[in-house]
């Protein structure tokens, strides 16, 4: 079975900084991947960004990067220049890619909030 | 556009009476999956479809019942067993395949009930 951890109900950032949503998780399964939501107060669920557990390269998709650290078994979603739109609830999930397209688990979330 | 489609948005509900929520994509995608989301928690699964005429339970499925007869549509009958049922529900697909996966989601059905 699969477990993530987000250990950040809320964060703060201001306007242009950096910041580090935290992001651990647990699984036996050798092949897995994880996988980056936002939550706007909308509702809808946007995907952000992916990383395979055998990819060499951390990824990135714009202002978004994940820090992946397999030993420690973290993938930190780290958004740059952050912008007031960036204000939402973001949700770490997995999969474990052996088991074909099985659901995705998910965290609890970490709301961020961005101040002028 | 393709994209999945939940309705209604916004549902009330007496106790004790069954409502049905919709979920139809015209992504052509194999998979289809419903979640739970309740204030400050994660997205919890309920029931997933890989296929048409099959579909296996998540973690939460007491008190719901899914059908998927068609491809694109997997409705969510929440029942009158569900003790809790006040929630926001999110419907979601991807195709299977051994790429990432990622799922993609409707924009959701809040169901309240009185």
Known sequence: AQKITQTQPGMFVQEKEAVTLDCTYDTSDPSYGLFWYKQPSSGEMIFLIYQGSYDQQNATEGRYSLNFQKARKSANLVISASQLGDSAMYFCAMRGRNSGNTPLVFGKGTRLSVIA | ?114
């Open chain 2, 1 to 114: 556009d393709g994209g999945i489609t939940q309705s209604p948005k916004y549902l009330f509900r007496k106790e004790g009476q069954n409502v049905t929520l919709s979920c139809e994509q015209n992504l052509n995608h194999d998979a289809m999956y419903w979640y739970r989301q309740d204030p400050g928690q994660g997205l919890r699964l309920i029931y997933y479809s890989q296929i048409v005429n099959d579909f296996q339970k998540g973690d939460i499925a007491e008190g719901y019942s899914v059908s998927r007869e068609k491809k694109e549509s997997f409705p969510l009958t929440v029942t009158s067993a569900q003790k809790n049922p006040t929630a926001f529900y999110l419907c979601a697909s991807t195709i299977v395949s051994t790429g990432s996966g990622e799922l993609f989601f409707g924009e959701g059905s809040r169901l309240t009930v009185l």
